[in-house]
């Protein structure tokens, strides 16, 4: 059920609801990368993780199984992490890894050819406009608008909905914090990628229990998929203009990335 960010109760004031819970359960952690593990930044390639926060999910993964799940390339996410005992979903869940090679999965290949031809389009479009940025990945390709003036941002919308139309059976946006992603258009999200990695791992069971950690839109799925399962720890502040108004399935919050690492250490300990 959808509730006023807002409202949720704060998972480090209510630590010994989520204690009692893990006595009796074991955690199976999903992660997202920006604004969860790192700060919301201008620039995508400035968000680099902590070395607090990237030794307390090392110790973590050492306790229990951890999968970071980003709209990120896997490859990228996995060099941005610097650790190989994480399993890895990249690109909002399309394309799966894990360190003993027991889950390789990857959706939406055959789109390569279309994802190329679409970021053509969108640097010759945007790239007159100032602060706009473009990013291909592996199955996906991004547009962000963060840097661009609110004058000129409908702009960057007309383009990003014009190449849509365009294609509307092959492709769909997966909006997010100041960016535009074009996706193929098939039924796979984070939440789909998450109950998969939890039944191929065999972690599909009564004595554990999934906790899923986000800030995004993109991360909603993952909630609404742990809805009476799992627990899911909305990541930011209610006063964050880009998070006022919003509604979420997640269960908690935590208002800060300093206070995910807090939470994510609680549990390694």
């Not at 360190?99 to 055959?110: M, N, S």
């Not at 050819?113 to 473009?134: C, F, N, S, T, Y």
Request: glycine share 6%.
């Amino acid at each position: 059920m959808a509730k006023d960010i807002s409202d949720l109760p704060h998972a480090l004031a209510h630590s010994d609801e989520l204690t009692r819970l893990l006595n009796v359960r074991s955690p199976a952690v999903f992660l997202d990368y920006d604004g969860t593990l790192t700060p919301i930044v201008n620039r995508p390639e400035d968000a680099v993780i902590s070395y607090d926060m990237r030794r307390t999910v090392r110790e973590l993964a050492g306790r229990c199984p951890v999968c970071v799940v980003s709209g990120r390339d896997r490859r990228v996410v996995q060099e941005l992490m610097g650790l190989d005992n994480l399993i890895v979903a990249g690109s909002h869940g399309f394309d799966i890894w894990s360190p003993e090679g027991t889950v390789e999965r990857e959706e939406g290949a055959e789109f390569e050819a279309l994802l190329d031809e679409v970021k053509g389009r969108l640097h010759e479009e945007l790239d007159p406009i100032e602060g706009a940025l473009v990013e291909l990945k592996r199955t996906s390709v991004a547009a962000h608008y963060r840097l661009v003036s609110d004058e000129e941002r409908p702009r960057v919308r007309k383009v990003v909905d014009t190449i849509l139309s365009e294609h509307p059976e092959k492709l769909k946006i997966t909006p997010g914090k100041m960016v535009y992603e074009m996706q193929p258009k098939i039924e796979w999200d984070k939440g789909r990628a998450m109950l998969y990695l939890l039944e191929t791992l065999e972690l599909d069971r009564d004595d554990v229990v999934p906790l899923y950690l986000g800030d995004d839109v993109t991360d909603e799925d993952a909630f609404e998929a742990l809805a009476e399962r799992g627990v899911g720890i909305f990541v930011g502040s209610p006063d964050d203009p880009e998070v006022a108004g919003r509604t979420t399935a997640a269960d908690y919050i935590l208002f800060s990335t300093e206070e995910v690492r807090r939470f994510l250490d609680t549990l390694a300990r």
